[in-house]
């Protein structure tokens, strides 16, 4: 499985309803800055007028790790620079970890784990 | 004017590690006792009460009846992750100082393990809703993944090797060994340290710390009052806290600084001492990397060093810097921010055993929560603010 299962509530429902089109929403304030989407004002300039939009997709990688999981399988894991300037943790799939390293460049694609589950958004290489 | 300075008076310590049976309320209960027991105090002394549960919680309020205090003039529970417990002893001296409080138990326990779980189970289990959930549906499941990632930055931007890494674990060990309340003190080499197995990279299993069971409280009270009773007192010379509040976007400098870059200069500002005074540090070590970025950030060694610091015969019984002389929390147990501080109170009285410290005037005591989000620092002493001045 590529993603674990997990279910909206009140605080996510929108930003799942973006994963749900392919889309990994952040906020962006009317001075242009961009706020991950779990912000209550902009992380720059403190506007509470905050706009959902889809992010490009583009990011790089800050950090990465390797976790090793029962049974031999191992997820290589993130903190990613989404182009606009939020971080975003989350894993990479499709990958050798060697290739995983600071500054790489990501892409942005959603995975789920079955019909039940929310989308997930995770990195593929650029 | 009257000294109103604090210090520590009692240290409760239950036993640690696997050990059934028992509830974190119970453990905590214990330990209270045997602390004011330590003092030489009675419990009807007590008239503060400060409460820090861990993963297991069930530790808070409820405690007061527990232990049969009345009328007490504090009492709250706290809750600032791995940095709780020196913030309890910092809220306690400021409460002794402005007359509010005489006499205040500070107390940690946690009862994680069960005897037919998995250790990993007992830190690892979350429920898959929200953002929590979405964290870890991504892969991001425990704090070991995201402390390694703040320990791969540091490695990718400072060159910081896992032998180096590898150090700490041998150092910890070594003093381990001379602790007999540690629960690993089986020798430990770097070959043995590479052979663990990786449980996040860049962390091996030796990379990280115990589960274990347990309690731990402290009892703080006037340096008047601790002067006549049943131990060499602990001065409270000095404290800080940091919360840097990273926000989670570009130029963030999360796993190259910590609060401790803060937190560590104000406390030894306030005691009126610099880093080169500290004979003894004992350093939250959730993961090997925590002493490297601690050491770093308390200014031990120029920032980006720290690796090659501790890999230079700086750390264990033999090393230039007495760092973590109990084992800490990868060889002795883990008990939150008390782990630290309770070695810190047995080097600073002269009581480690085997393994005390010979010059033992001043210990550096740091707490650390979230990943790397909550700092405290506290400046430990056998002197007071006045003894030290004329010595
Ligand atoms: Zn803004």
């Known amino acids: 499985m590529t993603v674990g299962p997990v279910r909206r509530d009140e605080a996510t429902a929108a930003f799942f309803d973006g994963t749900a089109r392919g889309e990994l929403l952040l906020f962006r304030c009317p001075a242009g800055h ?3 989407p779990y912000s209550q004002q902009c992380d720059t300039c403190a506007s509470v007028d905050l706009t959902a939009v889809a992010a490009s997709g583009g990011a790089s990688v800050v950090s990465r790790s390797v976790a090793h999981r029962r049974g031999g399988h191992r997820d290589i894991l993130v903190v990613a620079e989404l182009d606009e300037g939020p971080w975003w943790w989350s894993k990479v799939i499709d990958v050798e970890p060697e290739q995983v390293v600071a500054g790489a460049r990501l892409t942005v694609v959603v995975e789920r784990a079955d019909e039940e589950s929310e989308a997930v958004p995770v990195f593929r290489l650029a | 004017m009257a000294d109103r300075s604090a210090a520590i008076a009692g240290l409760g ?3 640690l590690g696997k050990v059934y049976g028992r509830t974190a309320a119970q453990f905590a209960g214990d330990a209270v006792r045997l602390a004011v027991a330590d003092a030489g105090l009675e419990l009807g002394d007590v008239d503060g ?8 919680g069930g530790v808070g309020l409820a405690l007061q009846r527990d232990l049969g205090l009345r009328d007490l003039r504090l009492l709250s529970e706290m809750q600032s992750y791995g940095s709780t417990a020196g913030q309890m002893v910092q809220y306690a001296s400021l409460a002794i100082g402005a007359g509010m409080a005489e ?3 500070c107390v940690f326990a946690d009862a994680p393990l069960r005897q037919d779980t998995s250790t990993g189970a007992a830190y690892g289990a979350r429920g898959a809703v929200g953002w929590r959930g979405l964290l870890g549906a991504a892969g991001i499941r425990d704090t070991n993944s995201m ?3 703040a320990a791969q930055r540091h490695m990718d931007t400072y060159g910081t090797t896992n032998d180096q890494l590898g150090h700490i674990a041998v150092g910890q060990r070594a003093w381990a060994e001379l ?3 540690a629960q690993m003190r089986t020798p430990m080499t770097l070959e043995d340290y590479h052979a663990s197995r990786w449980i996040v990279e860049p962390f091996h299993l030796l990379d990280c710390c115990l589960v274990s069971n347990g309690g731990i409280a402290v009892v703080v009270t006037s340096a008047e009052r601790a002067a006549s ?3 060499p007192p602990v001065h409270v010379l000095g404290w800080g806290q940091a919360h840097p509040g990273h926000a989670q976007r570009r130029h963030e400098d999360f796993g190259l600084v910590s609060g401790a ?3 560590g200069p104000a406390a030894l500002a306030m005691a009126g001492l610099t880093v080169s005074d500290v004979d003894v540090v004992e350093l939250y070590d959730c993961y090997t990397f925590t002493v490297v970025i601690t050491l770093e950030d308390y200014g031990f060694c120029p920032k980006g060093e720290g690796g090659r610091f501790v890999a230079d015969g700086t750390l264990g019984p033999d090393g230039k810097l007495k760092v973590n002389t109990g084992g800490g929390q990868l060889s002795s147990s883990y008990m939150w921010g008390m782990t630290p501080l309770s070695e810190a109170v047995l080097q600073a009285r002269g009581e480690a055993g085997r393994r005390q410290v010979p010059e033992h005037d001043v210990v550096l005591v740091s707490g650390n929560g979230g990943v790397l989000d909550h700092h405290s620092t506290l400046v430990l002493s056998p002197h007071g603010p006045a003894g030290r001045s004329s010595s």
């Open chain 2, 103 to 105: 006499t205040v138990a």
């Open chain 2, 179 to 181: 602790n007999p309340r």
């Open chain 1, 34 to 36: 961009f706020s991950p």
């Open chain 2, 229 to 231: 009773l049943a131990r």
């Open chain 2, 261 to 263: 870059a803060r937190s």
């Open chain 2, 13 to 15: 310590m239950t036993d």
């Open chain 2, 147 to 149: 402390y390694a990632l």
């Open chain 2, 49 to 56: 009460l400060l409460t820090s549960a861990g993963v297991s």
